[in-house]
T-cell receptor, first 114, second 111 residues
């Protein structure tokens, strides 16, 4: 089974704090993703990475950065947290492009910014 | 980016009935389509994917793809209360890596 681990499940941070969300996968997948999910807005792609040290912006990258120094680890960084970044953050991993490019999600990180 | 549209529901069906969930997409060139199920407070989990026109069956689930009409559907036979969840339709983005998701359809199966 694919295992995608998000170590921080529930966080409460103050406005302006720097926040790190970590994600680790054990399937040797090339691609890793960060989505956020909000009621009424669905799943929105923040950033993805298709290789170590490579990253691409998704639809809502503003206020976020990412780091992928090792294949199995993909970190999402909120440089200065704001209340509108209160959300559920989902890390996902996938094997490659094209047909059958299934992605698998971690359990999610619930972030509240106060 | 490729838009994916789903009726938000809720769709209510009695136990044992067939639930039919529909999804339309904007980009005629889209190739691969995915259905995920998401229980409240949990992360999405894959049900199945389809990339050829026609039907694909997996247990009680059947995905149907009609590229000419640009819609994908998911049928759940013999619906159970445990099938009550939000069902997300997704399509591969232009980059070929990530998925674009619809906002999901809420399904309620009543005993």
């Amino acid at each position: 089974d694919v295992k995608v681990t998000q170590s921080s499940r529930y966080l409460v941070k103050r406005t302006g704090e720097k926040v790190f969300l970590e994600c680790v996968q054990d399937m040797d997948h090339e691609n890793m993703f960060w989505y956020r999910q909000d009621p009424g807005l669905g799943l929105r792609l923040i950033y993805f990475s298709y290789d170590v040290k490579m990253k691409e912006k998704g639809d809502i990258p503003e206020g976020y950065s990412v780091s992928r120094e090792k294949k199995e680890r993909f970190s999402l960084i909120l440089e200065s947290a704001s209340t509108n970044q209160t959300s559920m953050y989902l890390c996902a991993t996938g094997g490659g492009g094209g047909a059958g490019n299934t992605i698998y999600f971690g359990e999610g990180s619930w972030l509240t910014v106060v | 980016q490729k838009e994916v549209e789903q009726n938000s529901g809720p769709l209510s069906v009695p136990e044992g009935a067939i639930a039919s969930l529909n999804c339309t997409y904007s980009d005629r060139g889209s190739q691969s389509f995915f259905w995920y199920r998401q229980y409240s407070g949990k992360s999405p989990e894959l049900i199945m994917f389809i990339y050829s026109n026609g039907d694909k069956e997996d247990g009680r689930f059947t995905a149907q793809l009609n590229k000419a009409s640009q819609y994908v559907s998911l049928l759940i036979r013999d619906s159970q209360p445990s099938d009550s969840a939000t069902y997300l339709c997704a399509v591969i983005r232009n980059s070929g890596y990530a998925l674009n998701f619809g906002k999901g359809t809420s399904l309620l199966v009543t005993p």
